[in-house]
């Protein structure tokens, strides 16, 4: 649902010389933590409330509203919170709250696209005032990371949408659709009292825009929301500073292995061979990127760098089909040894990424027919296996859980995330017992298994891990991007 009117939770805004002002694609869809799952959403709420649990630079779970927490059996989780929080009206945080939070999840009546990550939560009890503990239907060795959500006031009822109160560093001003959310410095914050005012984000959906005003200086900060070409122009503006961290999101060649041609690993092989990975991230990311190894980014703790990746070698490539049967009929003749047809969406980066690919492809005698859908059109397409190749993106990914989603074989659609129809009986088993296992030791050595039997089968191509990029004017300082992007840094920024 979105937010309607201007809502308005204050009498005046913050003083503007002390307030950060961030330029945002769209206006987050609900302030609802537990409801809105857009990225401005998500970012409103890194500012508003506190995750249960949090995430450190590896990725790992570690403490956030909770000072400790307990697995006592394979089935139950206790987590005590730290005393003394604050919500923005003045109350404790209890474990209470973080009842209601997570209860929402498995009441049938609450409509939520998150509530799959709780599919095997059984119940939420509070064991006394700081302390909630929580019971699974079956062992989940990843279900701490589904803790890495915020929690909300008891009985906040479906008006938290639009008039939020959280525990987090910045309380709710107004917000105004289309326009701006403006956010004051919560003082009383358990963390210290941010270095600024306040936060704004506001909307300006045009990336041209989003320059123009950094440099009128309506606007301080951009973070992930301008193209590397941009970006490489706003470097050479001494007004400007720019920071960079390694990121989580994740760019991939799909394939659809249910179909005769792709069903051969030589050919998706030789489609792998003959991607220059390294020039799409040098020239066409400017250098924002770095090539993937796979879907796990190189920050997780659970990553796995022994694993097969593919070189540029187009000879290798043109080896592969000959072996597959696809030899080349006519020599250096103009006739291709197969054609495909690869499904993009139409943004200008993905299209013009496309047109790379299908030159390298060609190269290898692969004649490959792009075909551009605006975004809805694609996926709709992907989700109905309706495709040969498709090229789209997995955003953020923190949790190892994601190689079940994606590659178990039991995730076929409409259940997850296997949108290629990839099946290997001993991914299933390694991906099962990582899920079941009870230490991070444990998991890792069988996810690492679990990633290198992918990468050689190639049910994707990966193609890069994204550089965080923000810009910001000069006198904003203290900006520290995390993995993951999150707002969570502005509480440290300081605007001269």
């Known amino acids: 649902m979105v937010l309607g009117g201007v809502i308005s939770g204050c009498q005046s805004a913050p003083p503007a010389n002390h307030v950060v002002t961030l330029a ?10 537990r409801v809105g799952s857009d990225e401005t959403s998500q970012r409103a709420h890194q500012l508003i409330y506190d995750n249960l649990l949090a995430l450190d630079e590896q990725l790992r779970v570690v403490g956030g509203l909770a000072s400790s927490w307990q697995q006592r059996d394979a089935l139950t989780y206790d987590v005590v919170l ?14 209470a709250d973080v009842v209601y939070t997570f209860s929402s999840f498995i009441d049938p009546a609450f409509v939520s696209a998150r509530k799959g990550a709780y599919r095997l939560l059984k119940q939420v009890i509070a064991v006394d005032r700081y302390t909630a503990r929580f019971t699974l239907s079956e062992p989940f060795g990843s279900f701490p990371i589904q803790l890495v959500m915020p929690v909300v006031p008891k009985d906040a009822g479906p ?14 001003v107004s917000f105004a659709v289309d326009d701006e959310l403006v956010l004051e410095a919560f003082p009383q914050y358990f963390r210290g009292a941010p270095a600024n ?6 909307v300006v959906p045009d990336e041209i825009m989003r320059a123009l005003e950094l440099r009128k200086g309506t606007v301080d900060l951009v973070v992930n929301d301008l193209s590397p070409d941009v970006v490489h122009q706003l470097a050479t503006d001494p007004a400007m500073s720019i920071v960079e961290s390694p990121g989580t999101d ?19 092989h030789a489609i792998g061979y003959a991607i220059d990975r390294q020039a799409i991230v040098d020239y066409l990311r400017r250098g924002l990127a770095t090539p993937a190894a796979g879907i796990l980014p190189p920050v997780s703790w659970a990553f796995e760098p022994d694993v097969f990746q593919f070189t540029h070698d187009v000879a290798r490539a043109k080896a592969l089909l000959d072996e597959a049967g696809y030899p ?23 299209r013009l990424q496309a047109a790379v690919i299908q030159q390298d492809l060609k190269q290898a005698g692969i004649e490959l027919d792009v075909r551009s859908y605006e975004f809805a059109t694609l996926y709709a397409d992907v989700l109905k296996g309706n495709f040969q190749l498709f090229t ?6 923190s949790d190892p859980d994601m190689l079940r989603r994606v590659f178990h074989s039991q995730q076929m659609p409409p259940s997850g995330f296997n949108r290629g129809y990839y099946e290997n009986p001993e991914v299933d088993r390694l991906i099962d017992e990582a899920s079941a296992a009870a ?10 298994q679990a990633q290198r039997l992918v990468a050689e089968d190639a049910p994707y191509i990966s193609l890069w891990n994204k550089t965080n990029v923000a810009v910001a004017r000069t006198g904003i300082e203290g900006v520290k991007l995390t993995p993951s992007a999150e707002f969570t840094f502005l509480r440290d920024v300081t605007k001269r």
């Open 328 to 350: 080349d009929s006519d020599g250096e003749g103009p006739a291709p040894r197969l054609r495909l047809t690869l499904k993009v969406s139409t943004n200008e980066f993905i």
């Open 82 to 95: 730290r005393q003394g929080v604050q919500f923005h009206d003045g109350r404790e945080l209890t474990a």
């Open 197 to 202: 005012d306040g936060v704004v984000l506001k």
């Open 392 to 397: 789209l993106q997995w955003v953020g990914v």
């Open 250 to 268: 994740y760019a991939y060649v799909g394939f659809n292995l249910r179909d005769p041609v792709l069903r051969d690993r030589r050919v998706r």
């Open 159 to 172: 008006g938290l949408r639009e008039h939020p109160v959280g525990t987090g560093p910045y309380k709710f």
């Open 24 to 33: 945002v694609l769209s206006s987050p869809n609900s302030l609802d933590p």
């Open 439 to 448: 230490t991070d030791t444990d998991r890792r050595r069988l996810f690492g």
